[in-house]
């Protein structure tokens, strides 16, 4: 079991905006800025997405971005592109001896 | 540009030890705040954080595992090797090593991973 909990699957039209959840703790997402958001397209690597809650890396499409709300940190993809169909996790530090975690993923579906 | 490969055996058998080694470039693990974890990923499941080394030496495992990993680096050769010990079915998975910046928390570049699967 995660540390951080992600609904299983999401899914939406092309056009449309979706959002993912992660919920943790206040060990975690709520005691500090620093969730981060990865994309990974089956067989390949994960990709950095959003960093710092609602950072996005150099080359990472405005359609991307990050927000949190006390314990709950969430990704939103607006004008989804069927090439944004992929598996997405989120990640935190944390002051526990685990240091990093990640949640259990959320399959996105372009409808 | 910076780009990490893992490299190591495709297929170990139960209570093996599985070693794997992350080779990077685009970056020296001697600059001070830079790290190089490892996490991996059972097929079909999450991604699951294992290990950190930073520039320092300083090493950080997940408590889990703890017992059974080990992670060094060779600076010279721009490679970060880890070590799990009695390997075990469960522990088939793809294995990446990936770069952490200066004082940062995210892993902003991926090695392509590694399968590894475990059977006798």
């Known amino acids: 079991q995660s540390a951080l909990t992600q609904p299983a699957s999401v899914s939406g039209s092309p056009g449309q905006s979706i959002t993912i959840s992660c919920i943790g703790t206040s060990s975690d997402v709520g005691g500090y800025n620093y969730v981060s958001w990865y994309q990974q397209h089956p067989g390949k690597a994960p990709k950095l997405m959003i960093y710092?809650?609602?950072n996005r890396p150099s080359g990472v499409s405005n359609r991307f971005s990050g927000s949190k709300s006390g314990n709950t940190a969430s990704l939103t993809i607006s004008g989804l592109q069927a090439e944004d169909e992929a598996d997405y996790y989120c990640?935190?530090?944390?002051?526990?001896?685990?240091?990093?975690?990640f949640g259990g993923g959320t399959k996105l579906t372009v409808l | 540009q910076i780009t990490l490969k893992e490299s190591g055996p495709t297929l170990v058998k139960p209570t093996q030890t599985l070693t794997v080694t992350c080779t990077f470039s685009g970056f020296s693990l001697s600059t001070s705040g830079v790290a190089v974890g490892w996490i991996r990923q059972p097929p079909g499941k999450a991604l699951e954080w294992l290990a950190l080394?930073?520039?320092?030496?300083?090493?950080r495992y997940t408590p889990s595992l703890k017992t059974r990993l080990t992670v060094t680096k060779d600076t010279s050769k721009n490679q970060v090797v880890l070590t799990m010990t009695n390997m075990d079915p469960v522990d088939t998975a793809t294995y990446y090593c990936?770069?952490?910046?200066?004082?940062?928390?995210?892993?902003?570049?991926w090695g392509q991973g590694t399968l590894v699967t475990v059977s006798s």
């Open positions: 080394i930073y520039w320092d030496d300083d090493k």
């Open positions: 990640s935190s530090y944390t002051n526990s001896s685990t240091l990093v975690v």
């Open positions: 990936a770069h952490r910046g200066v004082e940062v928390t995210e892993f902003d570049y």
């Open positions: 710092d809650v609602s």
